[in-house]
C-alpha cells in the first residue's frame, strides 16, 4: 500500500500564491498579518526582560514600534532586549517596509499599464470613431485633423463644439501614441485622440468606445493575411453585424453614419446588408485599379488625383447648398465663384446621391441641388454678386472634341502581385473599344493566379494575359522580360509581405533594375509604381515615373467621405468607365495659342467644346518644383509653351 506523504509546505505556498495573485488588498492583508505575527512573537520574547515590557500588550506595543520605526533601536538597554529589538528591527526593514513598497508599486504599476492600454469605457457623444489599427488609421486621422473646413461644417450639423476622435485597437501601447506625435500633420495634436483596446468584432469592445453615440464610423480595411479562411472583408461584415445588433438590443432608432472599406467588390453588397443605418462603402480594390486603369490610359492623371484626393493639398473637392443661387445657369456660376472651379452638382434624395458632372452652360441650379466645386479651402466657396447680376451670353457652342483613342492592342507589363490585379485586369476589361496584351511576372504559382482570376464575372476575349513565373528583382530576369517593348509598365506592391518597407524595397529594387535597361530604348513606356510607404515616394522621386501609394489613397477617401458622405458618389463618377472623366487635352486641340493667357480664357475655350477645364499640366517645373497647376486664380496669367497641357474634366458617351 502506497502511502502518500504530508505535503504541508506545498499546501501553505500554494494557499499564499492564491492570495498573492487576488490583487493588491489581499497582499496588504498578507503583509499586515506577517507584521502582526512578527509583533506578538517579539512581544513574547521580550517579556522576561522587565519594564517597560512586563505585560503582553505593552511587549507587543514595544515590538510594533522597533518593527516600524528603526529610530527606537537606541533606547533599549539591557544585552537580550538590544538583541531582540536588532532582529525586529531588521524584520520591519525587509516587511514593513520592504513589502509594503513592493505591494503599492506593483499595483501602481499594475494600473498604470490598465490605463495604457485603454480598457477604460468612453463616454462621449458625435464623436468620431475608427474602428481597427492599419496602415491607413494615422493617415486618416491626419486627414480629419487637416480638413479644416468639413471639419467646422461636420461639427455645424452634429451640433458639437469640439472634435473627439476615437481609435479602437486590437493592442494599444506607447509605440501608438508617438507614431501619432512623429505625423507632420498630427504632431501635439495626438494628445487630442483617445485610444482604445479592443477588436471591431466584439460587441463588448463597441460598447467601450461608446460607439452607438458616435456621429461617425470608419472602419479601416486591415492588411490581406495568409488565412484562408478570415480576411479583412469578413471582419468588416462581422462589426456592421455587431453594430446593428447592438443598437437593436438597446433600442437605438438611429444609428450611426459608417464609411466601411471592402476589398473584395463581391463582398459590397453584403455589406450593405448587414447594416440598417445611413452606410458608405469603399470597395478599396476597385478605387485603385480604376486609379492605376485611368493612369494608363492617361499618363500623368496620378499626380491629378493625388492632388484633388489629399486635403493637405492645393486642391479639394467640395459639394455645398447655395439656395441663393438657385435659377442661376451653370456657365455664369463658372465666373461667379473666382477661386474655384464649378465642376456639377449633385442631385440629392435623402441618403442617395446623383452627380451630375460637366454640365453645359444653360443648365440651371435647382433647388436641392449641391453645387460641385474644386477648391483649395472651404473659405474659397465665395461668389461674387457683381458676376451674378451680370447676364452674359453664354460662349457659343462649337462642338465636342473627339477623345483619342488607345493603340489595339495595348501592351502591359505587370511586375509584382496583389490584390489590386485581378480588379485591374477586370477594370480593363470594362473598356468595350480596347484591347489589352498583359504579361504579368510575379513568382506567385500561376496555379494560384488562375484561382484569383477565375472569380472574374466573365471570360474577356478584350484582355489578354500572359503568365510568367520570374523574379522581377534579378537583372538577369529583368532583361529577359522585353520591358522596352510594352507601351505601360506597372510595379505593384507585393501582398506576399507583411511589413510595408519589405514590400516597398522589392518594388524600388526592380525599378532600379528597369531603369537601367530603359534608359537605352528608343521608345520609352509609361512607367506606374505602386508604393505602401509615402516614406519611400522621395527615394524614386529622380526617376521618370510616376506613383500611386495605396494607403494614402484609400485614407483620403475615407476621411474625405466621413465628413462629407456625398464625396463618395463623386469619386465613384470620376473613377468609373464612362461618363465623367478627368483627361489631357494638346493645347492645339482648342487652338489656344502660345504664350500668355489667363485662366478664365480657358474656362471659356473648354465650355464651347462642352468640358470644364481644371488646369494645366506644365512640361517644366513651376516655382515650388511642381509641374500640375489646378484651380489657379481666374485672372492669373499663365506662360503656355508647346508641350503643356491641359487637365480637363469631359464626358464619355
Sequence with gaps: MHIKRPRIRQKIIFTLERQLVKGAHFQLLLVAALIGLISIIGGILVMPSGAPTATF?????????????????????GNWRRFISTLITVAGYVVFLGSLVAVITTWMNRKIRHLEQGLTPVTANNHILILGWSNRTIHIAAEIFQSVGRIRRFLEKYDTKKLRLIILSEEVSPFQMQELKDHPMIGSRAHEIVLRTGLAIDREHLRRVDSLNASCIIIPSLAYGRKELINPDIETIKCLLSLNAEANAQNYHKLPYVVAEIQDENKINAARRSYTGPLEVVGSNTIISRLMA?????????????????????????????????????????????????????????????PHLNLPDEKVLEEGDLLVLLARSSTDLVWRRDRVATKEAPAPFVGLLPVEEQQSPNRILILGWNEHVPSLIRELGTYEDENYFIRLITLRPVSERE????????????????????????????????????????????????????????????????????????????????????????????????????????????????????????????????????????????????????????????????????????????????????????GHEINLSEKDRLVVLTTFY
Excluded at 57 to 77: C, K, N, Q
Excluded at 297 to 313: A, C, F, K, T, W
Excluded at 537 to 544: A, D, G, P, V
Design 451 to 634: 484561382k484569383d482570376l477565375a472569380f472574374l464575372e466573365e471570360d474577356n476575349n478584350r484582355v489578354r494575359v500572359e503568365h510568367v513565373v520570374a523574379d522581377f528583382i534579378r537583372e538577369s530576369e529583368i532583361r529577359k522580360i522585353e520591358a522596352e517593348t510594352f507601351d505601360h509598365i506597372l510595379l505593384v506592391s507585393s501582398d506576399r509581405l507583411e511589413e510595408e518597407e519589405e514590400a516597398d524595397a522589392r518594388t524600388m529594387v526592380g525599378y532600379v533594375l528597369l531603369e537601367e535597361v530603359l534608359e537605352k530604348a528608343n521608345k520609352r513606356p509609361s512607367v506606374l509604381i505602386e508604393l505602401s510607404d509615402p516614406s519611400n515616394e522621395s527615394l524614386i522621386k529622380r526617376f521618370q515615373s510616376e506613383v500611386i501609394i495605396s494607403p494614402m489613397v484609400l485614407s483620403h477617401l475615407l476621411a474625405g467621405i466621413a465628413l462629407q458622405q456625398e464625396l463618395n458618389s463623386i469619386y465613384n463618377e470620376l473613377f468609373t468607365v464612362g461618363g465623367a472623366e478627368i483627361i489631357f487635352r494638346d493645347l492645339m486641340e482648342y487652338g489656344v495659342s502660345l504664350g500668355k493667357i489667363r485662366f478664365f480664357e480657358l474656362e471659356s475655350l473648354a465650355s464651347a467644346h462642352g468640358e470644364t477645364v481644371l488646369g494645366v499640366y506644365l512640361d517644366r517645373e513651376d516655382e515650388a518644383g511642381n509641374h500640375l497647376m489646378l484651380n489657379p486664380a481666374k
Design 57 to 77: 500588550g505593552e511587549s507587543v506595543w514595544w515590538a510594533f514600534l522597533r518593527l516600524s520605526d528603526p529610530g527606537y533601536l537606541g533606547d533599549d538597554e
Design 294 to 354: 485611368q493612369n494608363i490610359r492617361h499618363p500623368g492623371l496620378s499626380e491629378v488625383y493625388n492632388e484633388i484626393l489629399s486635403q493637405v493639398d492645393d486642391s479639394n473637392l467640395f459639394s455645398q447648398a447655395f439656395p441663393e443661387l438657385i435659377g442661376q445657369p451653370i456657365g455664369l456660376l463658372k465666373k461667379a465663384f473666382t477661386k474655384a472651379v464649378v465642376l456639377g452638382i449633385i442631385k440629392t434624395d435623402g441618403d442617395n446621391f446623383a
